[in-house]
Nanobody, 122 residues
Framework: EEQLVESGGGLVHPGGSLRLSCAAS????????MSWARQAPGKGLEWVSS????????SYADSVKGRFTISRDNGKNMLYLQMTSLKPEDTAVYYC???????????????WGRGTQVTVSL
């Protein structure tokens, strides 16, 4: 069974930074394209960023481009999301997903972790 466990969320002021981590188990991370998605309170699922299995290609939603960086360490079976210049609208539960496209037609695609809460507020 493929399992994903996110960590690193918390409360941060606008303009601050956080680094999210995702520990994968039950499969070799290097065999999967991976992504991050999020869900803000009262809103739908939103794709944030994706990374190919070798780490050579990445993609970002326009809302986070230039502020967030996705990375991976296949040797450690870990996925990361470095978030900088955080805004209140980044407040959401962030999920690690074992697919390039974590959201299809508004619904979850692939295996998702339980998520980690990120709150950006004064």
């Amino acid at each position: 069974e493929e399992q994903l466990v996110e960590s690193g969320g918390g409360l941060v002021h606008p303009g601050g930074s956080l680094r999210l981590s995702c520990a994968a188990s039950g499969f070799l991370l290097g065999s999967r394209d991976m992504s991050w998605a999020r869900q803000a309170p009262g809103k739908g699922l939103e794709w944030v960023s994706s990374i190919r299995r070798g780490g050579t290609r990445t993609s970002y939603a326009d809302s986070v481009k230039g502020r967030f960086t996705i990375s991976r360490d296949n040797g450690k079976n870990m996925l990361y999301l470095q978030m900088t210049s955080l805004k209140p609208e980044d407040t959401a539960v962030y999920y690690c997903v074992n697919r390039w496209e974590p959201v299809l037609y508004g619904s979850r695609n692939g295996d998702w972790g339980r998520g980690t809460q990120v709150t950006v507020s004064l």
